[in-house]
């Protein structure tokens, strides 16, 4: 069973790891480098950790199995003012790919972001990611018009996406939805 959730503060450690498993699994999928990862100070981990245990400002989420980490993603609210929220390093682990892992961890975003108030969710691709690309467009993410160059590389240009969030009208005392659900063959 693949369990979505918070981070937590006493996190940072595992978090850092499985961020230098994706800079080293994914390293076209990224702005940070995992150079630059590698050499960030363990207070900077620490703190970004504990503002994603906060989630106001922003909020990290996990996905494990079996005790093991095998998914993240980053939800930073409105960094722009525009009561767009970001979704950044998402990231699932090459044998946690298709089982549903990483909708869990948007949708928990999704969530976040609509009780934050935000009124979109953004996203930005690489152009050389048609995987990510197919996996925002089928929940629900549309292509805005402009191609800024992608940072790392500004050869290639990144597609910038984005979800509208619906506001939910939840009856009282109605169960919140699922944020787990069971791992696929
Ligand atoms: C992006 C990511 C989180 C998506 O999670 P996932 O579990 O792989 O996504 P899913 O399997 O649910 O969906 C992937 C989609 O891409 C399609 N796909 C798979 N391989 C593909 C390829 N080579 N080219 C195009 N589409 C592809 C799948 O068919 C599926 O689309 P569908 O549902 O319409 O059939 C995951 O692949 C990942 O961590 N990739 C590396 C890091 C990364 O790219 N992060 C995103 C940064 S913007």
Redesign the pocket.
Known sequence: MITIRKIRPDDWQAVKALRLE?LA??PY??AETLAEAKATPDSVWQNRVQQNAEGKSSIGVLASENNRLV?MAVGLCNPDGNQKAHLVA???SPD????????SLVQYIVNWARESGSTALV???TEH???????Y??LGFEVLPNRPPWKPEPTSNEIPLQMIIEKQEREQGAAPEPLTRPGEP
């Open positions: 994706a699994d994914a999928a990224f998914g998402m990231w699932v946690h790919r298709g089982t549903g892992a990483a909708e996203a930005g691709v990611n048609p995987r990510a690309q197919a996996f467009r089928r």
